[in-house]
């Protein structure tokens, strides 16, 4: 069974970069992975994804600020978001794709962005 | 890209049915049968309970059931249980290649 695992600093201020990995196990890691954040209190919202080969897709939205990388030799995919403010703070989930659905296996970071 | 519209909240007592839609627009839900629901508990990650409009993953209740019409989704959970009672988005993969969730509904089991 995959299982995700994911990792990051928790607290940042505003214009700090946020900066996450996930950890991908029990997986030949030839998917395609995603990130997914929600507000406290909010709703869903879609990040971006990456392929196994570094390919990627973001939401327009946060394009300018997203940046979304894999290593492959660490089954490893992370999320970086650059220029960050109290909109961002989140809880951040990463989960695998298969076909056009995500399992979200790992178990979220609240990341806080405050001065 | 807007999320998809969701009502607030549905409630229901126990064992009977109830139906959450979701609607979106011919650039999204209507425009391809890659619509998911996902399940989510206070505190936990969502877990995904259909896909590709009406396929359940193994291992979820077949109490849980998708469908669509147009551009409207929608989730019905047949003989409600307490353990039915979290908050429910629908996802759906868009033209520009991204995805869009809904706004979410809150479930309650009366």
């Known amino acids: 069974q995959v299982q995700l695992q994911q990792w990051g600093a928790g607290l940042l201020k505003p214009s700090e970069t946020l900066s996450l990995t996930c950890g991908v196990y029990g997986d030949s890691f030839t998917e395609y992975y995603c990130w997914v954040r929600q507000p406290p209190g909010e709703g869903l919202e879609w990040i971006g994804e990456?392929?196994?080969?570094?390919?990627?897709i973001y939401n327009p939205s946060l394009k300018s600020r997203v940046t979304i990388s894999v290593d492959t030799s660490k089954n490893q995919f992370s999320l970086n978001l650059n220029s960050v403010t109290a909109a961002d703070t989140a809880v951040y989930y990463c989960a695998r794709g298969s076909g056009y659905k995500w399992n979200f296996g790992g178990q979220g970071t609240l990341v806080s962005v405050s001065s | 890209q807007s999320a998809l519209t969701q009502p607030a909240s549905v409630s229901g007592s126990p064992g009977q049915s109830i139906t959450i839609s979701c609607t979106g627009t011919?650039?999204?839900?209507?425009?391809?049968?890659?619509v998911s629901w996902y399940q989510q508990h206070p505190g936990k990650a969502p877990q995904l309970m259909i896909h590709d409009v009406s396929n359940r993953p193994s291992g979820v209740s077949n109490r849980f059931s998708g469908s669509k019409s147009g551009n409207t989704a929608s989730l019905t959970i047949s003989g409600l249980q307490a353990e039915d009672e979290a908050d429910y988005y629908c996802?759906?993969?868009?033209?520009?290649?991204?995805?869009?969730f809904g706004s979410g509904t809150k479930v309650t089991v009366l």
């Open positions: 990456i392929s196994h080969t570094g390919s990627t």
């Open positions: 996802s759906s993969y868009t033209n520009i290649r991204m995805y869009v």
């Open positions: 011919s650039s999204d839900v209507g425009g391809y049968n890659y």
